[in-house]
């Protein structure tokens, strides 16, 4: 069962992934976008293959995030992307850094809540599977 703050976490977090996906699949059909786009960016996506992958993970990320589904794996598929973000408004285009912020800090939360699912992963020395 999930807390409060959780659900709202990955509402919040499913809401804008899939938003700024979609609003990416604007940019890549060469449509008005919906919601302004940081030029700096866009700059970034010298290679269109780049941003049609990292909107499609947005949106099938938010999608799973809303219908509550594959959640640690999302948070792991957005871990990259989450820093990204942040870095980029960090250090280049300071517009959104107070949205920056709270995703990181969202995302943050949720890895914490849902840490258990991860800690397999920091097994220095694993046992091979077959002395299971």
């Known amino acids: 069962m999930?807390?409060?703050f959780a659900q709202i976490g990955q509402l919040f977090l499913g809401i804008?992934?899939?938003?700024?996906g979609v609003n990416g699949f604007f940019v890549i059909f060469g449509l008005e976008p919906f919601?302004?786009?940081?030029p700096a960016a866009m700059a970034l996506f010298q290679f269109e293959y780049l941003l049609i992958t990292e909107k499609s993970l947005e949106?099938?990320?938010?999608?799973?995030?809303l219908t509550r589904q594959f959640i640690p794996l999302v948070l792991a598929i957005l871990s990259p992307i989450v820093a990204n973000i942040f870095l980029l408004h960090l250090f280049i285009d300071h517009s959104l850094l107070l949205l920056a912020t709270l995703v990181v800090?969202?995302?943050?939360?949720l890895?914490?809540?849902?840490?258990?699912?991860?800690?397999n992963l920091l097994v220095r020395k694993p046992k091979h599977p077959t002395t299971l």
């Open 105 to 109: 800090i969202t995302h943050g939360y």
């Open 2 to 4: 999930t807390t409060l």
């Open 16 to 20: 804008l992934f899939l938003v700024a």
């Open 111 to 119: 890895l914490f809540y849902y840490r258990s699912h991860f800690m």
């Open 59 to 65: 949106v099938i990320c938010g999608i799973l995030l």
């Open 35 to 38: 919601i302004a786009t940081s």
